[in-house]
């Protein structure tokens, strides 16, 4: 019967990363997707990535995840050099990945969908079979240790709105033993009342010892529950920030662009118009007035 574990990971002052990337890059032919990138993952915080669209977030989630190898660069996981040989290494080393489409089956209910792919079987021979009662019985129980509670188990996952969809799977990254979960735009397309509903148990996770790579643009979900930032621009780091030495002014600032940003602005200002009555408006009239 598969069995699971509980996640082992205890913050400490000190203590090497659960996952570490130094100077890590990766090259498609002659296109750069990253290029010196480098974060860390510690047990008990938050490492929040931000980048617009392009900047390099989803190569990013792929290396760490085992589906791409880096180029360059560092890659250690509990201190330890490595290059993941695919997901299923990834999560055999305890890193679980929520992808933003999440992998559901929308008909299937939530116990089944809760152990898709790793189901508990009883009996031998001819009369293995799945154990119905105790996939209930424990998708139950895990979702509400985490604070889930659902009207029923039984109804199809698809039924659910997104924010509690992502919850599930936040939960059975839990419960299956990880150690690091990376979160792909958990809150993307949810409104502000789901998205604070996934907020609450992402900071959930990282109470329960996890540490925590939450991919994001929205730099005010960032800020509410991370304890480190590291910006991407164009697969570059633009910047890397703790908590305590940056501010979400600040923090929005250099997502939306900074300095570019502004010299936008100033680009698009229009010339403001001349008052009514004045010089040019006078000029205006005498070489309209009709001559003697």
């Known amino acids: 019967m598969t069995t699971a574990t509980e996640p082992t990971a205890e913050w400490t002052p000190g203590a090497a990363p ?3 990337l130094e100077g890590v890059s990766k090259y498609y ?3 750069r997707a990253l290029e010196g990138v480098s974060l860390q993952a510690r047990a008990g915080e938050i490492t929040c990535v931000l980048g617009d669209n392009g900047a390099g977030k989803s190569t990013l989630i792929k290396i760490i995840s085992g589906l791409h190898g880096h180029d360059a660069g560092s890659f ?3 201190g330890e050099e490595t290059r993941l040989a695919g997901p299923r290494e990834a999560l055999d080393r305890g890193i679980a990945t929520v992808y933003q489409d999440l992998a559901v089956v929308p008909l299937m209910p939530v116990w089944r969908n809760f152990f898709l792919g790793s189901e508990p079987v009883k009996g031998r021979g001819p009369f293995r079979r799945m154990d119905v009662d105790l996939m209930r019985r424990t998708a139950r129980a895990e979702l509400l240790r985490m604070g889930i509670d659902l009207r029923d188990v039984d109804q199809p996952i698809g039924t659910l709105s997104g924010g509690e969809r992502q919850c599930v ?3 059975r990254a839990v419960y299956f033993g990880a150690k690091v979960l990376v979160l792909d735009e958990p809150t993307a397309a949810l409104g502000v009342k789901q998205s604070g509903v996934v907020l609450k148990y992402v ?4 109470d329960a010892g ?3 790579v939450f991919i994001t643009h929205n730099p005010h979900h960032a800020h509410l529950v991370g304890d480190r930032f590291v910006l991407l621009k164009r697969g570059t780091m633009a910047g890397h920030h703790t908590r305590d030495r940056i501010t979400l002014d600040e923090l929005t600032r250099q997502m939306a662009g900074g300095d570019e940003l502004e010299d936008l602005r100033h680009e ?14 006078v000029e205006g009239e005498d070489e309209e007035r009709p001559r003697p």
């Open 210 to 212: 996890l540490a925590v």
């Open 29 to 31: 032919g002659n296109v």
């Open 18 to 20: 659960l996952v570490e």
């Open 76 to 78: 250690r996981i509990a």
């Open 203 to 206: 900071a959930a996770a990282r």
């Open 169 to 171: 799977a936040i939960a």
């Open 268 to 281: 698009l200002e229009r010339a403001e118009p001349p008052a009514p009555g004045g010089p040019q408006a």
